[in-house]
């Protein structure tokens, strides 16, 4: 009787021991299913996938009528006069008049 149960006991754990490998296994097949789910999802970033024929220049190109900053290098919108980094004009632009005084103009002393 007793070596029974210890031959039952032996069993069990063998099927306990098979059950946990199967779940360590269905566990490393679901982590590798996510990995390539990921992997797919980095290849499509920002609209684009590996498979489009773009290159990465075109996908980099400044919009007509753009411009850059001759001080900063900040590429501007065409509408744009005064660049907001540094606030240098637009080239080919007519300077733009201030509304406010500058700091030094407004406490001169008169």
């Not at 063998?14 to 097949?29: C, E, F, L, R």
């Not at 075109?58 to 290098?73: D, I």
Request: proline residues 4%; contains cysteine; positive net charge.
């Amino acid at each position: 009787c007793c070596k029974q149960l210890r031959e039952c006991g032996d069993a069990g754990e063998a099927k306990d021991q098979a059950t946990s490998s199967a779940g360590v296994s269905n566990a490393v097949v679901e982590t590798t299913k996510e990995k390539q789910k990921s992997s797919k999802a980095a290849t499509n970033v920002g609209g684009l996938s590996s498979s489009d024929s773009k290159s990465l220049s075109s996908v980099f190109k400044p919009k007509a009528g753009s411009w850059e900053c001759s001080t900063c290098s900040i590429r501007n919108n065409e509408d744009v006069v005064k660049c907001p980094a540094c606030n240098t004009a637009k080239p080919g632009s007519r300077p733009v008049a201030s509304a406010a005084s500058s700091l030094s103009e407004m406490f001169k002393s008169k």
